[in-house]
Nanobody, 115 residues
């Protein structure tokens, strides 16, 4: 079955960096776009970054220039490199893909940025 497993979340100080990983299985990873979303307490889940099957990317305005999404199709893994972290980046980060009009989500990984 389709699985998306996030890892790499942690508690960091403002200005620090983290790299999140999303290990995928159960589908043809190479041919599918992957997204990173986040949800802070009391807020709606929002798109952070997305990478298409050809490596094309797009980012939320709030993370442009600080976050980089990438993928390694040989490892069926997507990454989110987060630099210059801010307290407002604190959230649970989720990996996402859509297959045949069905949404698949990972369980999320907690990122906490202290000021």
């Amino acid at each position: 079955q389709v699985q998306l497993v996030e890892s790499g979340g942690d508690l960091v100080q403002a200005g620090g960096s983290l790299r999140l990983s999303c290990a995928a299985s159960g589908f043809a990873f190479t041919f599918n776009a992957i997204g990173w979303y986040r949800q802070a307490p009391g807020k709606q889940r929002e798109l952070v970054a997305r990478i298409g099957s050809l490596g094309n990317t797009n980012y939320a305005d709030s993370v442009k220039g600080r976050f980089t999404i990438s993928r390694d199709d040989t490892k069926n893994t997507a990454y989110l490199q987060m630099n210059s972290l801010k307290p407002e980046d604190t959230a649970v980060y989720y990996c996402y893909t859509n297959l045949n009009n069905y949404d698949y989500w990972g369980r999320g990984t907690q990122v906490t940025v202290s000021s």
